[in-house]
């Protein structure tokens, strides 16, 4: 079963931006950085799609 979030439906602070921003550019993948910021994928994916960042795939 998924993990469970605890952080249900919180707003994105500018940290968190920034972080998610960071990972993406490393080339994280989206299971990597959704454990790294607690967060669930769907979550990830919606604010990547608003900053237009590219989410690399697991290869």
Same mark, same amino acid.
Not at 26 to 35: D, E, F, T
Not at 42 to 58: C, F, G
């Given at each position: 079963?998924?993990?469970?979030? +605890? %952080? @249900? %439906? #919180? *707003?994105? /602070?500018? *940290? +968190? $931006? #920034?972080?998610? @921003? !960071? !990972?993406? /550019?490393?080339?994280?993948? !989206? &299971?990597? $950085?959704?454990? *790294?910021? /607690?967060?669930? +994928?769907?979550? $990830? #994916? /919606?604010? *990547? &799609? $608003?900053?237009?960042?590219?989410?690399? %795939?697991?290869?």
């Amino acid at each position: 079963m998924a993990e469970k979030f +605890e %952080r @249900h %439906r #919180q *707003a994105w /602070t500018s *940290a +968190e $931006i #920034q972080k998610l @921003h !960071l !990972l993406a /550019t490393k080339g994280m993948s !989206l &299971k990597a $950085i959704s454990k *790294a910021m /607690t967060r669930s +994928e769907e979550s $990830i #994916q /919606t604010r *990547a &799609k $608003i900053d237009k960042l590219k989410i690399s %795939r697991m290869r």
